[in-house]
């Protein structure tokens, strides 16, 4: 401070305010990452996992994981084999009907789902919930607890349905002369309510019935099963 009051800025003040708006500036260039990293730790969507093994069953493991928005990956191979996942998406209703029924069991929190009785070798099946932090799971072969079967039907025909993809898939790739047969195989399964999400099938039923390198045959089966479908929304 000089005589009269005037201020003098010194060299060392410029310096400190220079440094002052550069940490500014840094720390606003920061704050994206920041909120990013606040959001990557923010608790997770619930989400439910089914799995399933079984040696020398075909497939002899499956697992479907599901969160509540109905986004999730199914996976299925041979107990040996490594994993290889692929993205799913079920409808919201499924989704909510499966998290109710997830709800109804306590979320798998301390509940027993494997019958005391003897019974054959089904898979071993585990239930995992997980919500944030939180993760419960209960396994059972068998179970006499009427909302586990139904939620246990649900998962595995939604399994069903992606096998048959699998299946199909397969066919299209190595085996055209067996589009026929693996197309009477999913009419069956229509006639004998084995699907839940049968609409996931839709996609590549349409790339065998507009592709004319397939056999007429397996055309109008595709083409038939997805108005089939489509009719039953």
């Known amino acids: 401070m000089t005589r009269g009051g005037s201020l003098t800025i010194t060299a060392g003040s410029k310096i400190r305010r220079l440094c002052f708006h550069c940490f500014l500036t840094a ?3 920061l704050a994206p990452g920041l909120y990013t990293l606040q959001a990557q730790v923010t608790p997770s969507v619930p989400r439910l996992t089914f799995t399933k093994s079984l040696k020398g069953s075909s497939p002899e493991y499956m ?6 928005h109905g986004q999730g990956t199914y996976d299925s191979r041979k107990l040996d084999d490594p994993s290889a996942p692929r993205p799913l998406q079920i409808s919201a209703g499924t989704a909510a009907r499966i998290f109710l029924l997830a709800e109804s069991l ?3 929190r301390s ?11 089904m898979g ?8 944030g ?12 607890n009427r ?11 939604i399994g069903n349905v992606e096998e048959r993809i699998s299946q199909l898939e397969y066919a299209m790739k190595y085996d055209p002369l067996g589009l026929p047969q693996a197309l009477l195989q999913i009419e069956e399964g229509l006639d004998d309510n084995d699907f839940v999400e049968p609409v996931l099938m839709i996609p590549t039923l349409q790339r065998i019935s507009t592709n004319s390198r397939f056999m007429h045959l397996a055309q109008s089966r595709a083409e038939g099963i997805v108005l089939r479908v489509q009719g039953n929304r």
Do not use: P
């Open 106 to 108: 306590g979320y798998f």
């Open 147 to 157: 909302t586990a079967q139904q939620l246990t039907d649900i998962l595995e025909k």
């Open 133 to 144: 932090n939180e993760t419960s799971k209960v396994q059972y072969n068998y179970t006499e």
């Open 124 to 131: 071993m099946k585990t239930l995992t919930y997980e919500a």
């Open 111 to 121: 509940v027993e789902l494997n019958s005391h009785h003897k019974v054959a070798n």
């Open 63 to 68: 697992a479907l994981s599901i969160d509540a």
């Open 27 to 29: 720390m606003l260039a």
